[in-house]
Nanobody, 124 residues
Framework: QVQLVESGGGLVQAGGSLRLSCAAS????????VGWFRQAPGKEREFVAA????????MYVDSVKGRFTISRDNAKNTVYLQMNSLKPEDTAVYYC?????????????????WGQGTQVTVSS
């Protein structure tokens, strides 16, 4: 199994930036695809971004393209989500998730492992 811990959330003004981290422990992280998801109050959880095991493939929901960047450092067992030009509608609890796969296609991954989430609040 792999354990995931998110960090880096907080309160930021609209237009500001945050970098979320997803730190993994328990198994070799380099063979896992990782996704970021978010859930706002009263809404369903939605996909935000994903990165393949080797970082060669990435995928984003349309609403964050050009503003968010997902990356990973397998030597540090960590995946990052750099969030720029934040908007109030980005306010949510952000979760990272992992699945052991070397597939480059990221659209249909069923993630087995989830973190506890980190709160991101963007004020207007």
């Amino acid at each position: 199994q792999v354990q995931l811990v998110e960090s880096g959330g907080g309160l930021v003004q609209a237009g500001g930036s945050l970098r979320l981290s997803c730190a993994a422990s328990g198994r070799t992280f380099s063979s896992y695809a990782v996704g970021w998801f978010r859930q706002a109050p009263g809404k369903e959880r939605e996909f935000v971004a994903a990165v393949s095991w080797n970082g060669f493939s990435t995928m984003y929901v349309d609403s964050v393209k050009g503003r968010f960047t997902i990356s990973r450092d397998n030597a540090k067992n960590t995946v990052y989500l750099q969030m720029n030009s934040l908007k109030p509608e980005d306010t949510a609890v952000y979760y990272c998730a992992a699945e052991e796969t070397t597939a480059q296609a990221l659209a249909f991954i069923a993630y087995d492992y989830w973190g506890q989430g980190t709160q991101v609040t963007v004020s207007s």
